[in-house]
């Protein structure tokens, strides 16, 4: 009998309690704007999110957004919760702008690239988007930075100005700033970077802490990316029809890993698909193609270059069946070069001029390098030494 009754306190008492706990699961906030159930205690999802179109910006493509687009970004630095941040959101739009500065704390989203586009003025000269000395934590998704070069934009997509070596604020949770930040801490992914006049991206020294991820670089008038930055990373993308190179690596302790670097070199074919300067960079499983130019140009200190193919790369200026017969899948011109695991070949096979697209596998120009791993098929000339 008292197990009985045992039991049945039980059930009494769960009866009892899950009514509770489901109100409580379900119940209108105690604190905020009870009509709209938007709580101060637990905040809605993207409270912090601060739209340009509330600051008139139209994205219609017409119509000048610099202006609108810089009072939504001060708007968002001035914020007293979270202090000095915010996302800073652009609906699904062509903004038309002559430039825009970004700021520390503030974090660029849009709908995706090709939904949400900065689009630089007709005929204006300036960067679409300039990551200034101080700027510092920051981030930029799901947009377009179109420089606008048919209708006379000059400038570069993406630029970071160049700094000092330091100093650099290492604590993001108390949001200190500084007048000159090397540190960057900046985080661009699926970004765009296309129709500028000069370069895709533009990092100068002394810039570091900087992640690129899922990124597009598409017809740039000189490099897709060019760098004379430090220990950042790049991942992930696509770097396709820029005049010279699509990148050009001055910097040190870069990572490049797992892209295609294809159709470039059409304007000036003296470097490489990739031309690395710098040192100690990493660069892996990265494939060139097509390219009016040599597939890989090492001309720096200690890079390592693992797994990387060159394929098809040593067009003739304008005119994709025919070889230059002067381009190599890779130019070793450097010092302490390790080299392991690439390959150099062609998916064309021999072009209608009778030719393979790349005249040597690798060129040697300098014999002080680490090790050499290169197997190759499909070439005019075996490796040439000098």
């Known amino acids: 009998m008292k197990h009985v009754l045992s039991c049945l306190s039980v059930v009494v008492l769960s009866i009892l309690l899950v009514p509770s706990s489901i109100r409580g699961q379900t119940a209108e906030p105690t604190t905020g704007n009870r009509e709209h159930g938007v709580s101060t205690t637990v905040p809605a999802v993207g409270v912090s999110a601060i739209s340009v179109a509330d600051y008139g910006a139209k994205g219609d493509g017409s119509s000048d957004d ?37 700021r520390s704390y503030v974090n660029m989203k849009g709908d995706g690239w090709g939904a949400s586009v900065l689009l630089l003025k007709p005929h204006t000269a300036a960067n679409v988007l300039t990551v200034p000395v101080g700027a510092f934590n920051f981030s930029v998704t799901g947009l377009t930075l179109d420089g606008n070069s048919e209708k006379g934009g000059s400038g570069n997509c993406f630029f970071v100005a160049p700094t000092s070596g330091g100093p650099a604020e290492w604590n993001t949770a ?23 006049s000069v370069d895709g991206i533009h990092i100068n020294a002394f810039n570091y802490m900087l992640f690129f991820d899922n990124f597009y670089v598409f017809d740039n008038g000189v490099y897709g990316v060019y760098t004379e930055g430090t220990n950042s990373g790049f991942t992930n993308f696509q770097i396709e029809r820029n005049g010279t190179a699509g990148i050009h690596l001055a910097g040190s302790n870069d990572r490049f890993t797992s892209g ?45 270059f693992m797994g990387c193919v060159s394929d098809s790369n040593g067009y003739v200026q304008k005119n994709v069946d025919a070889s230059s017969r002067v381009a190599s899948g890779f130019v070793i011109a450097g ?7 690439d390959k150099v070949t062609s998916y064309r096979r021999r072009l209608p001029d009778g030719n393979f697209t790349t005249e040597w596998p690798y060129s040697l120009e300098n014999r002080d390098n680490g090790k050499i791993d ?9 490796p040439r030494t000098r």
């Open 66 to 102: 610099t202006a609108a687009i810089n009072s939504a970004m001060s708007a968002c630095v001035s914020r007293a919760l979270p202090h000095n941040g915010c996302v800073l959101y652009f609906p699904a739009g062509v903004y038309i702008t002559t430039g825009l500065t970004l």
């Open 174 to 196: 108390n949001k200190e700033t500084a007048p000159v930040n090397a540190q960057k801490w900046g985080h661009v992914e699926e970004v765009m970077f296309s129709h500028c």
């Open 260 to 304: 295609e670097v294809i159709w470039n070199g059409l304007a000036v074919a003296t470097e490489a698909a990739v031309y690395v300067s710098g040192s100690r960079n990493i660069i892996t499983a990265v494939e060139t193609e097509d390219s009016y130019t040599n597939g890989f140009f090492d001309k720096g200190n200690d890079n390592v």
């Open 335 to 341: 010092s302490g070069g390790v080299y392991i695991g």
């Open 374 to 382: 290169i197997t190759y098929d499909s070439t005019n000339k075996p």
